[in-house]
Nanobody, 126 residues
Framework: QVQLVESGGGLVQAGGSLRLSCAASGRTFNREAMAWFRQAPGKEREFVATIRWSGGSTYYAESVKGRFTISRDNAKNTVYLQMNSLKPEDTAVYYC???????????????????WGQGTQVTVSS
């Protein structure tokens, strides 16, 4: 069974940067993609970014494009989210997710994923 452990959240001022990490353990070879989602208080969980294990292609939500960068280290089975130029509206719990085994698609929807981390809080002060 795949397990995901996030780290790197915290409190930062607007304009600052944070890097989140997501370490995956277990059988990940049959899962095509990893992603970051976020959920602000009172809002639905929303897609942030996704990356394919093979080839490393990426896709971002419009709200973070140009500010956030998703990357992966296949040897360490770890995915990262570098967040720059943070805004107060980026405040949320950030979740790492692994795509369902042996599937394909855009990997931008919650239903594309069935393994989730516990979440890490990111708070951006104005």
């Amino acid at each position: 069974q795949v397990q995901l452990v996030e780290s790197g959240g915290g409190l930062v001022q607007a304009g600052g940067s944070l890097r989140l990490s997501c370490a995956a353990s277990g059988r990940t070879f049959n899962r095509e993609a990893m992603a970051w989602f976020r959920q602000a208080p009172g809002k639905e969980r929303e897609f942030v970014a996704t990356i394919r294990w093979s080839g490393g292609s990426t896709y971002y939500a419009e709200s973070v494009k140009g500010r956030f960068t998703i990357s992966r280290d296949n040897a360490k089975n770890t995915v990262y989210l570098q967040m720059n130029s943070l805004k107060p509206e980026d405040t949320a719990v950030y979740y790492c997710a692994a795509s369902k085994a042996y599937t394909s698609g855009s990997y931008t929807l919650k239903r594309d994923y069935d393994i989730w981390g516990q979440g890490t809080q990111v708070t951006v002060s104005s």
